[in-house]
């Protein structure tokens, strides 16, 4: 059935065309150049205008766009680069999010310094593989310099550390992952190898598994404990590192989305009697759902106690140490054994780019793996630890983001995010069709929109069940309006820390705001739209 | 001691300087639209350079190469871009490896072609995340469009099977990850809960974990099954997994490098035998070491009738099913439940971009997770059943060279490749100073240099073990020095199986031919340059 695919099928002067086309895109010579440039110059455009596009999104069902996209057959002739790219705008941008719109707030894609595109050109072109130096020399030791730099922001210890660590192929200051999630991963893999480690004949968790673990250190099974509002990546994780979502512990949140400590400390007294294992206590730093900061000077202490690794979940809320203002809510930080932040949320940089932190340079010994074409035993490569292997250099932008924004550049920009956010709690606050559903920390807030009818119940917290269910539908409803209306965005999520009790969980709307260009005017827009859409909606 | 580095002890000129700095780099203003096009032309000529540079690296030491890298602290002022973009010339690319030279033929990087630039940059500042369809829209079913289309090249499947899956939220042709380690380990995390799922009252793997699930099946253990040669993402899998690395089973290759079958059946047979639980069986196209292809047909086969998930490593050779000269290497890669392949190596497009594909578009439900403020049950959101969460827009890249390479420019190059591999290879048989190591069955060759004195033992195969260890450190030093001066690049890896027999493991060069540009006369210069490196070597 492919046939018609193949060269071989082809005649030569056919064959020709196809190999010289294929050249001439690898070629350095003068057509090729000037074929990329106009191509730089279509492209150049098209991003011109999709970012500054106010509105957040077409309004095109997905429904309808879906079927544009029911081709599972190879284009049998290639195109030329003009005609693709026309293509591409019309079928694809023109129906994308406008992540960088400043009335997109909801969700955790931030807006975009202008750096990033020239600077991603250049990773593109320079195609560096981190995984190991003889396909990245500069850029290995680069990226360790720039793990070291933030490791000691978090972690603060003195010169000499960072002297004997920052070039060190035996120390793991940083990796650097795809996202958070790989981070969260990583952190817990790390977290059981070195609690399961070689003992009295036993060769470790790495060698002999998990089951073979557990029954050697005589304990009935392992766990990680967190609170009900940890990222989705532990269920993942819980799941990959063979603990199973049962091994994934998770402690109710108390109305300010921070982990109970009592419950906590309650939990490890249970687990402890249960002889289960304890691999890790997981604080978030930024709930994904409201931003919620977990009391980490609380956990630290806990964890120490129990002498069990501490990991940091502060993928959003890491970068408020850039705050002398702010900084103060993750007091504690600079006690986790490991911390993920990444940056392609609130380091304001593009997709892709997630970072673990190790409080110890020797704890990633720990998930070391070897091979003889790379990675070798002794060799600098930054591939020996990390679980992707090949890497690109995201670490461009990384270091660009520092220098260019540079810190107190991420201090106005995290100042700004928290201020606007406020903003938005108070403008809640202050008009009767919406409730606030948790003071923010940071600059997620979640809210909800109250019909007229159900005002007054409202106000004295006063809702029943069946209203609240009511009120779960209309905003639901008002938000995938809002979506799919595209002239302004907040996501939804589903909480159950409010004074209506765990029992009672309700859809909220939620915003994000980590846009510089987001002003006021476009916050009351966001919430003059809702109100709008609110006033359309019917719901039995 | 860093709080220099805070807004509050800046002065409110300064602080205003920081703002003005800050919103200039985010905003629309004419002022923004100038400096980054200013900075785009400074990367352009840079990248241009690079891009023209025939020596493979520059010649410095790693050693003082890292003398440049060991501060520690942020620069506490910013810099314009002009600033930093010639230090980082300077400093960074400079020193970087060239790896679209056409005498870098050494390992998986494959050379670009020039629409990856824009449409990187497209990709950056549209900053999709394909984590979700609210911030992915028309991007969600274009990804599912174009994963089915290289799932219909794998396995061919009808027409309406394709109808059905394409666009199906609970269907999974492919997933698309960060690179060929997360695609093994999720094909291995897929296999692993699918055959440990729920039975008789137990939840499976997922919820209760692999103690539980080896003790409720009544297993002594679990392992994965593949030959010597399976890349080293296979040990992070079964550590994450939990089997540890005792459950990785390495069955001998044989001097093709490929799995030994009946070692593979009796391996089979002892597990069984052992009551141990084997997850899957993995076939390799394309070793990381040699290129060698598995018996795919026959390891189906094998599978099938033991029952179990059969994944394929295409992470390189995938691609050769574009070619209709070649593609017979891989038959039985239709027969696979799950296909590993990366587009940063043989689909010639920039790091980052791995895939794996489903035989069963049902296979991924046993890894779906959800959350509340994303990836919700009933979605469409394709982060609901991946290992990763936020994900770049890669598929811009993918699908762009599926259009403008094209199905027959990709036919194109894998002919080419091998074609120059076998003329390689042809040269090294010629050349007394050299000795082939494996026939090539793709584009991935090693061989090694022989010195006079042991020329003729060598021909006759009868070295002796200590002949062979002074080869082992010969071609060592020779890669290295090499590696060092810079002008052309091979890498270097370990290999037993040659003739010598397992135990006598050799040091080979290991050439990887996958640039268009590379000519016979690249070839020459490489081996030409070894020859000359070798007249200055001493070894004791």
Known sequence: MFNSLYLDCLNSA??????????????????????????????????????????????????????????????????NNKTYVNKLYEQVVTHSIHTSSPRFIGH????????????????????????KTETAKALTPYQRQVLAKIH??????????????????????????????????????????????????FTGVTNEGLAAALNCYGYNGAVVIGSSLIHYSFEKAADLLGIGAHGLIKVPANHKNQIDLQALRQTIRKCRAQNQHIIAIIGVAGTTDSGGVDSLSDIAHIS??????????????????????????????????????????????????????????????????????????????LGKRA?????????????????????????????????????LANCISAMPEF????????????????????????????LTKIENEFLNRFNHQLQKDQRHAGRTFVSRTTTNTTRYGQDIPLVALRSVIANPLTTEDDIDAVLNDQIKIATEIVIR
Chains 1, 2 share one sequence.
């Open 14 to 79: 056919e064959q020709n065309s196809i190999q010289e086309n294929v050249m001439k895109l690898f070629e350095n010579s003068t057509d090729s150049v000037k074929a990329e440039r106009e191509m730089d110059e279509h492209i150049n455009a098209i991003v011109k205008n999709f970012l500054r596009t106010i509105n957040s999104s077409s309004d095109i069902e997905i429904s309808e766009l879906i079927e544009n996209f029911t081709n599972s057959k190879f284009p049998s002739k290639t195109v």
């Open 387 to 423: 679980l992707e292997g090949s890497c690109p250099s995201t670490v461009l932008l990384l270091d660009a983001g520092l220098n260019l924004i540079g810190v107190k550049g991420y201090e106005f920009l995290i100042n700004e995010g928290i201020r606007k956010t406020q903003y």
């Open 108 to 131: 955790m894609n931030a807006a975009l310094p202008y750096f990033v595109r020239p600077i991603a050109k250049l990773m593109t072109a320079m195609n560096q593989n981190l995984v």
């Open 152 to 201: 000691r922001l978090i972690y603060d210890f003195p010169e000499e550390f960072y002297s004997q660590h920052i070039q060190n192929p035996q120390s793991t200051l940083g990796i650097i992952v795809s996202g958070g999630t790989i981070a969260n991963i990583t952190a817990l893999w790390c977290a059981r190898n070195a609690s399961l480690g070689p003992k009295d004949g």
């Open 435 to 462: 409730e606030l559903l948790a003071e923010p920390d940071l600059n997620i807030l979640i809210y909800r929109y109250i019909p007229d009818s159900l005002k007054e119940n409202a106000t004295k917290g006063k």
């Open 304 to 381: 120490q106690e129990a002498n069990v690794h501490f990991h940091v979940d502060a993928a959003w809320g890491g970068p408020v140490i850039f705050s002398q203002k702010h900084r103060h809510k993750l007091a504690g930080l600079e006690k986790a054994d490991s911390v993920t932040i990444d940056g392609h949320k609130q380091m304001y940089l593009p997709m892709g780019i997630g970072m673990l932190f190790l409080r110890d340079p020797k704890k990633a010994e720990v998930i070391e793996k070897q091979a003889p074409y790379a990675v070798r035993k002794k060799s600098v490569d």
